[in-house]
């Protein structure tokens, strides 16, 4: 299984990214439905993706043995937490699932995911999970989900450094991470 290394960014910040963080108070304070949320927060997440001035060198930095979790902002109600997840290439995540709806962006390079479904254990089968979609995200994609149904694994297939912001509806900086559960279970693919 590999694990996030968490840095805890010192309180820099750029005029880009408070201007992102006040954007995404605002969809998450409509109290709409996790999907919904989501959905919204991937359209103020989007013009800032690629963007030289939204991130501080500090918050590029990879790590050589594992993806980099940088935390960005926790809202201070727990409401959301932003994240730039930096990843070298060939770093993946494991097959895991989340606490709270989420969106995603390609900020830099290139992610490969891959989605699965949980097939329950049945009398005579064990559970297993079996993919359903593979999906390259180039810079600039956008995506967002919310529980059930989120498993995945997460990879930088590409030869450069790859960077991602996560917005997600928890507080990230007082539980640690976003995963609910890790799946070490059987895969048909």
Request: glycine share 8%.
């Amino acid at each position: 299984m590999t694990t996030t290394s968490t840095a805890v960014t010192a309180a820099r910040t750029t005029a880009r990214l408070d201007a992102l963080v006040a954007s995404v108070r605002e969809a998450v304070g409509r109290g709409l439905p996790p999907d919904l949320t989501a959905y919204l927060v991937g359209e103020r997440l989007a013009p800032h993706l690629g963007a030289d001035d939204l991130l501080t060198p500090e918050q590029r930095e990879p790590d050589p043995s594992r993806y980099r979790q940088h935390l960005l902002h926790a809202e201070h109600d727990g409401s959301f937490s932003i994240v730039a997840l930096v990843w070298l290439p060939g770093q993946e995540t494991s097959v895991h699932d989340h606490i709270s709806w989420c969106t995603t962006g390609v900020h830099a390079g290139e992610e490969r995911e891959r989605r699965y479904r949980l097939v329950p254990a049945t009398e005579g089968a064990r559970a297993h999970l079996v993919a359903t979609e593979d999906v390259v995200n180039p810079q600039g994609a956008v995506c967002g989900f919310a529980p059930p149904g989120d498993i995945h694994r997460v990879r930088n297939a590409c030869d450069d450094l790859a960077i991602s912001l996560h917005v997600y509806g928890a507080d990230i900086a007082r539980i640690g991470s976003s995963v609910r559960r890790v799946y070490e279970l059987p895969a048909d693919r």
